[in-house]
């Protein structure tokens, strides 16, 4: 399992480039809202031996520190990225930390993206959305349209609602990008007509600018999942290709 550091990378990333990543989360365990059976951090009872959040003033400390240094080595920076150890908008200082990283964005690396890679179930939070709305690519997941499908690959808390989540994101009025992993298992298979007709029509209804579709690369918590091909994927798809969306791929 992936344990990450506040501030680490900068790492490749199959849909970002070179991404810096911040982790507000604890840097030896998780915390999370979901417990998706593809989580590259593992499961969530397997990193409860630390409940340490970050505050803001160690976020801004960690990252000023970074970028002097990246600057100095002239070290490319593509996105600074909220993912790490869990949901990222479970830190009750996110909303400060965000305005701090913008800040901290301009004044070292201008022309480098903020991404925020959430699972959208606190986009309903005000505060949440409205820090959400100052970086650049607010990355929001949905995986599965329906309340059924989401408890067997994310296995949300308790009080998960999809169609709250989906109307939470029409405020972004399509200015987000939405996430979805593909994948199957015993129980799951995203290529199913009821998983992917459903997810077909929640991007027509929310128009995201961007589908970002992947699927598995590094090992799952969950033994015996099994990954989509590019091709395979693109043919899932296809139907809003043909319509004019913009989807990313990403086997």
């Not at 930390?97 to 903020?114: C, F, H, M, Q, S």
């Not at 005000?126 to 499908?149: G, H, Q, W």
Request: with cysteine; charged share 30%; aromatic share 8%.
């Amino acid at each position: 399992m992936i344990r990450e550091e506040t501030v680490f990378g900068p790492i490749f990333s199959r849909r970002l480039g070179s991404s810096l990543g911040i982790n507000l989360l604890p840097e030896k365990g998780k915390i999370c809202n979901f417990d998706c059976i593809y989580c590259e951090c593992g499961w969530n009872k397997d990193g409860r031996d630390d409940t340490v959040l970050p505050t803001a003033e160690k976020v801004r400390n960690d990252l000023e520190r970074m970028l002097k240094r990246l600057v100095a080595e002239g070290t490319p920076v593509d996105s600074i990225t909220f993912s790490g150890d869990g949901e990222p908008t479970l830190n009750p200082d996110f909303v400060q930390i965000i305005g701090d990283t913008v800040r901290l964005r301009n004044e070292y690396y201008p022309k480098a993206k903020v991404s925020v890679l959430s699972n959208a179930t606190r986009v309903h939070i005000p505060s949440v959305f409205e820090a959400l709305r100052k970086v650049d690519n607010p990355i929001m997941k949905i995986d599965a349209p329906t309340n059924e499908l989401v408890e067997l690959i994310n296995q949300p808390a308790p009080g998960y609602d999809v169609k709250r989540v989906v109307e939470a994101l029409k405020a972004f009025n399509g200015d987000f990008v939405l996430q979805t992993c593909m994948l199957r298992s015993d129980d799951f298979d995203s290529s199913k007509p009821e998983v992917i007709d459903g997810m077909l029509d929640i991007v027509r209804l929310l128009r995201p600018r961007e589908w970002m579709v992947y699927t598995i690369d590094r090992p799952t918590p969950m033994q015996g999942l099994r990954k989509f091909s590019p091709d395979e994927m693109r043919a899932l798809v296809q139907p809003l290709i043909d319509e004019g969306f913009c989807i990313q791929i990403k086997g």
